[in-house]
């Protein structure tokens, strides 16, 4: 993952007023903006996001963010200005980062910082994001969050409100295979169907586990070795090394085999 504070060049003070995250493998922007943002020094495109009381841009108007200040896909003269560049094809990130982020429409620039410099108050933040998520029967899911909070959260009322998810009611198979977006920003069916941690966090319930959800738990979120390898495209061998040098942890472990948390898998491949 990487971090960059979006500043302002005509700001003196050149405090942070948004940060990026992007995550490389998943080539997925995200953007968070601090407790003290105010809608006048916001990216116009972010400002209604405060105006919701929200603080987090989903990943959709994140790329659109960073669309607008890279040059488009259609460019008639892309060929020239890829070679120009020394850039083999055309990469949203690769491009963002070639003017350190900035365009012609206003002054706002990006600066890469580390995770340590981020507000304090989003270490309480991200404790919120979705660690693992199960789905259950009756079409509800069993979520497992950062701070150690289970909850249940009942998709019947969603398909009522958001006619998008309709496909999942007639389709259990699609159901169940709901993913982690990366970061953990929320859940996902492919690319178009999402729900937003925040939202998965503010109307769960929160419950005790009982045995059944154990089950399905281990059904859908536990892989071994030849899985794992399958997950992260590579070999046995380096699952092995990854296990020697503490960057997999196995939840058990035999001679001839080792059992992961999906989870820990699918996060690894977004390094």
Known sequence: MKIFAVR???DPTRRDVAYLLYYEQAKRFYIELPENADPWSTPLLLS?????????????????????????????????????NHLASYDEFDLLMLADGRCAQDDYYLAPIPEADLPKSFVERFQKKVEDVIPLEQYQLLLFFRDG????????????????????LKNKALFDSVAIQP???GICWGET?????????????????????????????????????ELLHCSRQNIDDLVRRGKLHPVKATFKNKLFMKSEIIQRSWK
């Not at 989903?58 to 070679?83: C, E, F, H, M, T």
């Not at 019947?156 to 958001?162: A, K």
């Not at 109307?203 to 009982?210: A, F, M, T, V």
């Open 8 to 10: 302002d060049e005509s």
């Open 48 to 84: 209604s996001f405060l105006k919701k009381g929200e603080r987090t841009v989903n990943a959709y108007w994140s790329k659109l963010w960073v669309q607008q200040r890279i040059v488009p896909p259609d460019r008639q003269n892309l060929g020239q200005i890829l070679k120009a």
């Open 149 to 168: 909070i289970v909850k249940k959260f009942n998709m019947n009322s969603h398909f009522l409100t958001e006619k998008a998810f309709s496909p999942i």
């Open 183 to 185: 970061g953990g920003y």
């Open 193 to 229: 169907l999402t729900i937003a941690d925040a939202v998965l966090y503010d109307q769960g319930s929160e419950i005790p586990l009982s045995q059944s959800d154990f089950e399905r738990f281990v059904t859908f979120r536990i892989v071994n070795t030849a899985e794992a390898a």
